[in-house]
């Protein structure tokens, strides 16, 4: 792994801070799918990186591709952009919690 992909690899494991059964359970629950953007009416993108996640965290480090760095690296993005925009308040039951649950990262732990 290059000096890049473990830099990656690092800041996406700081802001992923839920498991892989974390995320599964979550991805299952109405409040999961009831945000994101959703192309065509489908799945979000969110839910859709969510499921991607959970393959990474249950994967080996030494099977993943350029793919899997290109989608960690959007992760770290979406998650640091994201908190930046933090409402004011309790956050526990909002819209802006869900979608950073679907993309691994619960702001309340």
Do not use: C
């Not at 800041?11 to 192309?39: C, H, P, Y």
């Not at 080996?60 to 992760?75: G, L, N, P, W």
């Amino acid at each position: 792994m290059s000096d890049d992909g473990k830099a990656v690899a690092a800041e996406f494991g700081e802001v992923v801070n839920m498991t892989a059964k974390e995320i599964e359970r979550w991805l299952d629950t109405d409040e999961s799918k009831s945000v994101g953007q959703k192309d065509g009416g489908g799945e979000s993108v969110g839910h859709e990186s969510g499921r991607k996640i959970v393959k990474l965290l249950q994967g080996k480090a030494s099977d993943r591709t350029e793919e899997d760095y290109a989608h960690m690296r959007k992760v770290i993005g979406y998650v640091r952009r994201h908190l930046a925009q933090r409402p004011s308040g309790d956050v526990k039951d909002t819209h802006w919690r869900y979608s950073l649950m679907n993309w691994g990262h619960d702001p309340l732990k």
